[in-house]
Structures are given as C-alpha cells and as structure tokens.
C-alpha cells in the first residue's frame, strides 16, 4: 500500500505563484512514477505533470515553461511548482504515484486562480 497526502493548494492571484507539495508513504520502492493530476469542474481529470524515478519530466502543452515537477528523493516527496497562475489553472490538484501492483491517488488540493 502506498499513501499519498498533498498540501500546498489555496486561493492566489493571477500571475501568482504556488508550490504544492505530495507526500508519499508505505511502499514507496513499488512506485516508479508520480505525477500531478487537476480536474476543474465539469470536466475530466487530466494529466499536468509527471516526472519517473530516473528523473524524465512530462507536461501539458498548457503547462510548459510555467510549472515544474521535482522529487526529492529523500524526504519521499513530489513537488509541482506553479508560476504565472491563469484563471483557467483553478482546479483540484491531485498527486498519483504509479506503482508496481496499481496506481495510488491523494485526496486532492484545490487551487483558485481569481482576483
């Protein structure tokens, strides 16, 4: 089993930043990729940011060259920080780690992009 538990989602200004962060535990060496997820009200869930256990990094076209995937190994942590926030960002955030036996997903942090 594996659990993850974001934090860092709230209410920001446009051009703002924020940084979340997904803390994972349990069976961590089953995992070999995390990634970030949003789902905006009435649509889909769709993928923002992913990064493997050799470190390669994957973005949304919508997404490149304003947010950035990292881990840190150590503190068994995925962060996804976002500048440059657009209204159109406002969405639950959602971490997911794929892993040996299936795929874990957190609880969900929201983020609104509003003035």
């Known amino acids: 089993q594996v659990q993850l538990v974001e934090s860092g989602g709230g209410l920001v200004q446009p051009g703002g930043s924020l940084r979340l962060s997904c803390a994972a535990s349990g069976n961590i060496f089953s995992i070999y990729v995390m990634a970030w997820y949003r789902q905006a009200p009435g649509s889909q869930r769709d993928l923002v940011a992913a990064?493997?256990?050799?470190?390669?990094?994957n973005y949304a076209d919508s997404v490149k060259g304003r947010f950035t995937i990292s881990r840190d190994n150590a503190k068994n942590t995925v962060y996804l920080q976002m500048n440059s926030l657009k209204a159109e960002d406002t969405a639950v955030y959602y971490c997911k780690a794929n892993a040996i036996a299936r795929d874990y997903w957190g609880q969900g942090t929201q983020v609104t992009v509003s003035s």
């Open positions: 990064v493997t256990n050799g470190g390669r990094t």
